[in-house]
């Protein structure tokens, strides 16, 4: 029997969690994080990013199935406690509109709220460019090439505030 395309993506996506855990070290500090972003392991913050992938498409069930909760249960038993998610992905968004939308200003915010509550943030999860990407598929060389530059911008974009935001003092 055949697995189906949205079965193959969760293997791939439990595998991808799996492997994050291991660069994660599977356990956080029980202190409580004088600079955060210097600190490794599972926070008691987990923030999701994305677009309708983190909301849970292809899954019957997005709220335990989607692979942000799949990923968030493999965050609680490697840690053996509970972690907090806050997923704030939105359905069709872009790496363009992430920068627009609200999604990034409210991670920030959901970072600076951790922070001064003395937690960490653990990890961070972005998944963004598929609508990109389809929004190019029948565009020419040209404009896929400008479609790609503009991509790569606003990734550089997201991540360099999402940095930012993790970061004190460098």
Same mark, same amino acid.
């Given at each position: ?7 193959? =993506?969760?293997? #791939? ?5 799996? /492997? %994050?855990?291991? @660069?994660?070290? *599977?356990?956080?500090?029980? $202190? ?52 907090? =998610?806050?997923? #704030? ?5 872009? /790496? %363009?509109?992430? @920068?627009?939308? *609200?999604?990034?200003?409210? $991670? ?63």
């Amino acid at each position: 029997m055949t697995e189906s395309p949205a079965r193959r =993506l969760l293997l #791939l996506l439990r595998g991808l969690a799996l /492997a %994050a855990l291991i @660069l994660l070290g *599977g356990t956080a500090s029980s $202190a409580t994080p004088a600079a955060p972003a210097a600190q490794h392991g599972i926070g008691q913050l987990y923030l999701a990013l994305g677009d309708s992938l983190g909301v849970g498409l292809l899954s019957s069930m997005p709220e335990t199935r989607g692979y942000v909760a799949e990923f968030h249960t493999l965050l609680e038993q490697a840690a053996h406690r509970p972690v907090q =998610l806050q997923n #704030l992905s939105i359905s069709g968004e872009t /790496a %363009a509109s992430m @920068l627009t939308s *609200g999604q990034l200003t409210n $991670a920030q915010t959901a970072i600076a709220r951790a922070y001064a509550n003395g937690w960490q943030v653990s990890p961070i999860t972005v998944d963004i460019g598929g609508n990109d990407m389809r929004a190019l598929q029948d565009k020419d060389d040209a404009a896929r090439e400008a479609g790609l530059t503009t991509f790569r911008a606003n990734i550089a974009r997201i991540f360099d505030t999402l940095v930012a935001a993790t970061t004190v003092n460098g």
